[in-house]
């Protein structure tokens, strides 16, 4: 029961970030490798503004970011748009700036963020921290919300709309510029909402979302443009073999073991059999459109 909590938590994690990078390369094609550091600015709101309630700071993070958000993608990601490697190359400077900006003003110590649900819970019989359990519920219930919304909204049918084809869902009236801002922002703040939620889980430095990194993105390998589902479903299995390997291993063995596995895996998804069996997997975990 514990290992299946545990999966939980750190799907909850993993989840929000690969949900926010998905809507991010659904409708910018842009790989956002700063996805990660937007969750640290998000842990360090939460750590460094006391004086209010926890839930007060989640909101306040989430709110200071917006700004921000917008400015990057008018500003930095808009005019090369048409170069993947250039719009992967400035959100990797932006990821940089937000590291060492955060290590200038807070130094590389980490800092801990005080549980605001202390004490356990028991389930059947297994006894769980509080916190870490309300944090994973949290954090699905936010997954869920974001996957209703994408697929039974006009605002989710147009992500994919213009995630599969941006020229024709531009001729028939939809501004991909408009969805393109509105899709960076909402999947910055996942990541945002993930560093502050999670915050009094994990030490809180200026590089802690430079490891977040390998996870999100090898479930978005598993992912096309605008199928989420998908996005999600892979999360919550490197979530799942994470924990597993944690569980039966030490820590130093399973992260090894852990990216050898992800190593494997991306070469394997190379072969055609392998991708044709993701592509009927993918036809299952996409829902009907309407």
């Known amino acids: 029961m514990d ?6 938590g750190q ?23 700063a996805q990660g550091d937007l969750a640290m600015t998000g842990a360090y709101v939460v750590a460094t503004v006391t ?3 926890f839930g007060w700071r989640v909101l306040l993070a989430l709110v200071l970011c917006v700004l921000p958000l917008m400015v990057i993608e008018r500003a930095l990601l808009r005019r090369p748009l048409a170069d993947g490697l250039a719009t992967m190359l ?10 060492q900006g955060a290590e200038l003003l807070f130094t590389s110590t980490s800092r801990s963020v005080a549980d605001p649900v202390g004490g356990t819970v028991e389930l059947l019989g297994t006894p769980y921290p509080a916190y870490r359990l309300v944090a994973g519920l949290v954090a699905v219930v936010v997954i869920g919300a974001v996957l209703l919304v994408t697929y039974r909204t006009g605002w989710g049918l147009t992500l994919r709309a213009v995630a599969d084809n941006p020229t024709m869902a531009a001729l028939l009236g939809t501004d991909p510029r408009r969805m393109r801002i509105a899709a960076f922002v909402a999947g910055g703040l996942l990541a945002v909402l993930a560093g502050a939620l999670y915050s009094p889980l994990l030490a809180v430095n200026p590089t802690m979302g430079f490891g977040l990194l390998v996870p999100m993105f090898f479930a978005l390998l598993f992912s096309r443009p605008g199928a ?3 996005a999600v479903a892979a999360a919550f299995l490197v979530a799942a073999l994470a924990v597993l390997l944690r569980t039966w291993l030490t820590d130093t063995l399973a992260d090894v073991l852990f990216y050898i596995v992800v190593i494997g895996t991306a070469a394997l998804r ?7 069996l993701l592509s009927w997997s993918r036809r299952i975990l996409t829902p009907a459109r309407p």
């Open 228 to 230: 989420l589902g998908t």
């Open 11 to 33: 799907f909850g994690l993993y989840g929000l970030l690969t949900l926010g990078v998905a809507i991010i390369f659904a409708a910018l094609r842009v790989v956002n490798l």
């Open 90 to 99: 400035v959100t990797w400077g932006v990821g940089m700036a937000l590291r």
């Open 3 to 8: 290992v299946l909590l545990a999966i939980v």
């Open 51 to 53: 004086g209010a309630a």
């Open 270 to 276: 190379s072969r055609s059999h392998v991708r044709r």
